[in-house]
Every structure is written in C-alpha cells, then in structure tokens.
C-alpha cells in the first residue's frame, strides 16, 4: 500500500486531536470512558460531519486506521502520566497539539472537497468541518464554549488553508511538496495567532 503526504498529514491530524481531546477529559475530570469519548470525538467528529455533508459513509465506518490512531495515543499519554504534569504546561500541549490537527484536518478535508468536485464555498466548507467540527462537539459535550467561537483567529486558519488548496489545485500545483509547504505555515500562522493573540474585530 503506497503511503501519501495526506495520509502522512491525516495520520498526524487524528493523532493531535486525539491528543487534544484527552487533555480536555483530563482538565475536566472525566473517567476513562468519558476521557476516551473526549478524545475519539476530537479525532473523528469533524470528518464524520463532512461525510454526512457531501453524502458518502463515514470513513470511520470503512477502515480502523483512524480508530487505533486515537486509541493508541490515549493509551500512550495515559502510561506516560501526562496528565500528572503542571497545568500550564498541560495548556500549552493542549494549543500545541489542537494546532496540529486544525491545520492537518483542514488539509486533509479540503482535499476530499476537491475530489468530490466542490466548488470554492464547498472545498472551505469540508477543510472547515472536518477541522473544527470534533472540537465543536467535544467542547458542547463538555460544557464549554466551542474553541471556535472565543479564540482568536482559530477559524479563520483554516479558512485561509482550505482557500490555499483551493487555488493550488486550480493551477494544479498540489504535490507532496506543496502539501508540506502550507501544513507547516498554516501551524506557524496558527501559533503566532496564539502568541501575540492575534484576532478578528469584534461586535
């Protein structure tokens, strides 16, 4: 089986939301099952919405890959202890690693966009979903204000990643070296939004 940059990219993705998500059962002191549930939902939510969106079965539903991605890597933060670290420092991991899957997923989602054949509005929208739309869910489920909706140019990120992909696979420039191009200046965009709190005008 040929291994792609996206799927390099979507592996990483599932990885870090997984991450992100365990952090999240960890600040809010779920048990093991609501910890785990925290954490598949980072991981798979958003891209099980897009599926419903454009029409075709869950991935998720088809292949495993996904599923021991995220499990393995709540099993690994779990013999680590990661959770018995300081607060701070889990907060900081929390921003690094939802990061990673923000600009992965939007990657990943825009491609299948592309492939289903959207247009522009369609493309952003299923880089956008499969990005945000585990975090969405996780957060409601846990009683917090979606991520999305109070942190600065979180949204806005993916926006601009998924219209890049949009515009390379127009010229039909997409190739792994691209891929890897805008996945690493989507996470600095998104890292130095967070450092020098960056953020869209408010009402």
Same mark, same amino acid.
């Given at each position: 089986?040929?291994?792609?940059?996206? *799927?390099?990219?979507?592996?990483? @993705?599932? &990885?870090?939301? !997984?991450?992100?998500?365990?952090?999240?059962?960890?600040?809010?002191?779920?048990?093991?099952?609501?910890?785990?549930?925290? !954490?598949?939902?980072?991981?798979?939510?958003?891209?099980? =919405?897009? *599926? +419903?969106? %454009?029409?075709?079965?869950?991935?998720? $539903?088809?292949?495993?890959?996904?599923?021991?991605?995220?499990?393995?890597? &709540? #099993? #690994?933060?779990?013999?680590?202890?990661?959770?018995?670290?300081?607060?701070?420092?889990?907060?900081?991991?929390?921003?690094?690693?939802?990061?990673?899957?923000?600009?992965?997923?939007?990657?990943?989602?825009?491609?299948?966009?592309?492939?289903?054949?959207?247009?522009?509005?369609?493309? #952003?929208?299923?880089? $956008?979903?499969? !990005? +945000? @739309?585990?975090?969405?869910?996780?957060?409601?489920?846990?009683?917090? +204000?979606?991520?999305?909706?109070?942190?600065? %140019?979180?949204?806005?990120?993916?926006? &601009? %990643?998924? $219209?890049?992909?949009?515009?390379?696979?127009? =010229?039909?420039? %997409?190739?792994?070296?691209?891929?890897?191009?805008?996945?690493?200046?989507?996470? &600095?965009? /998104?890292?130095?939004?967070?450092? /020098?709190?960056?953020?869209?005008?408010? $009402?």
């Amino acid at each position: 089986m040929n291994i792609t940059a996206t *799927d390099i990219i979507s592996d990483i @993705g599932t &990885v870090a939301f !997984a991450f992100s998500g365990y952090l999240v059962g960890v600040r809010k002191r779920l048990d093991l099952l609501g910890t785990w549930i925290a !954490a598949l939902l980072t991981a798979i939510g958003g891209g099980m =919405i897009r *599926d +419903v969106l %454009i029409g075709r079965t869950p991935a998720v $539903f088809m292949e495993n890959g996904s599923l021991l991605f995220a499990a393995g890597t &709540v #099993i #690994i933060a779990w013999a680590l202890r990661l959770q018995n670290n300081q607060r701070r420092f889990l907060s900081e991991a929390f921003v690094w690693a939802d990061s990673l899957g923000l600009v992965a997923f939007t990657i990943t989602g825009a491609q299948i966009g592309m492939y289903y054949g959207l247009n522009l509005f369609g493309v #952003i929208v299923a880089g $956008f979903i499969t !990005a +945000v @739309g585990g975090g969405i869910v996780r957060d409601i489920l846990v009683n917090d +204000v979606p991520v999305i909706m109070r942190q600065d %140019i979180y949204g806005a990120v993916a926006v &601009v %990643i998924a $219209f890049l992909m949009y515009l390379l696979d127009q =010229i039909e420039s %997409i190739n792994p070296y691209t891929l890897n191009l805008l996945f690493i200046a989507g996470y &600095v965009l /998104r890292m130095m939004a967070y450092k /020098r709190k960056w953020a869209l005008p408010k $009402f």
